[in-house]
């Protein structure tokens, strides 16, 4: 039986250096040579999951910014899905700043960035440099974005999760991210991994049923939860631990993704001591 198979990346796929370890890169290279779907789905936006997608050698859609934006890139695609934010909240955001707590706006969509200041801008952050035509300003931000990005503090990103869902909680959902920096990303009310997977599903004439899913993150519960076998890595949250049917043996560090799909699959894979294919 075929499946897709969503992959996220961070803390997932990529290792503690966000890497495709040798080993994971040739575990789903095989799969998909079996004839199973390997599908990226992602809260980075395109630009920042370029590589990976060219890596392991894609040309199917995939999900990014957590399933706002659904295409296959550098294609036309008559699929493609795009769900996004209305603009006027973007600078109501800006103007509550400060009383909210956020030291910076960014707003996302499939091809472009902006931020509201550069004097704080992290190129390695946003993986690419910015310039006065990347300020979010109504002059530049001329559409409705696919997501809003907002910057806190650790002890302030709960706090600031709970009154942005108060105050625009009929229009956007709100997640915070893992790892070192307190993130926070607004997407259009109900939108989230797993609607951009069972979008795809449909759309790729699976069933829900044939989909296998592994994740790590808060924004991953829902694909996780919603798959017909959801897996969450060893070094997952207890949300999407929680959320999963199962988890693997191994951490991202540890390639656990491949170590769990090549059993799950049946795949028969060899590897040398350097984890290159024999």
Do not use: C
């Not at 942005?164 to 709100?174: A, K, M, P, S, T």
């Not at 609607?195 to 759309?203: H, N, V």
């Not at 069933?207 to 694909?223: L, P």
């Not at 017909?228 to 199962?246: C, H, P, R």
Request: aromatic residues 8%; charged residues 20%.
């Amino acid at each position: 039986m075929k499946k897709i198979i969503a992959i996220d990346l961070d803390g997932t796929t990529l290792n503690a250096r966000s890497l495709i370890s040798p080993k994971t890169q040739l575990t789903l290279l095989a799969a998909k040579k079996a004839g199973h779907e390997v599908i990226i789905a992602t809260g980075r936006p395109y630009r920042m999951s370029h590589q990976f997608y060219q890596q392991l050698q894609l040309n199917n859609p995939m999900v990014n910014l957590n399933g706002a934006i659904i295409h296959i890139p550098e294609q036309r695609w008559q699929l493609e899905k795009q769900s996004l934010v209305a603009r006027d909240l973007v600078f109501d955001l800006i103007e509550q700043r400060q009383n909210l707590g956020i030291n910076f706006v960014a707003a996302e969509n499939k091809e472009t960035y902006f931020i509201d200041a550069l004097d704080h801008f992290d190129e390695a952050f946003f993986a690419g440099p910015a310039t006065v035509e990347n300020l979010l300003t109504p002059k530049n931000l001329t559409t409705d974005p696919a997501s809003i990005m907002l910057g806190t503090t650790m002890d302030n990103a709960v706090q600031l999760a709970t009154s942005l869902q108060e105050r625009y909680g009929n229009f956007v959902d709100v997640r915070t991210w893992g790892g070192p920096n307190a993130i926070l990303e607004m997407t259009q009310k109900g939108v989230q991994k797993a609607s951009g997977l069972a979008y795809l599903a449909k759309s790729l004439g699976f069933k829900q049923s044939d989909v296998i899913a592994f994740g790590d993150e808060h924004n991953d519960v829902e694909m996780l939860a919603w798959a017909g076998w959801g897996v969450a890595m060893k070094n997952g949250t207890k949300e999407a631990l929680s959320a999963a049917n199962d988890a693997t043996r191994f951490t991202n560090d540890e390639d656990g993704l491949a170590d769990y799909l090549t059993e799950y699959l049946g795949l028969e894979i060899g590897f040398s001591e350097n984890f290159q294919a024999v």
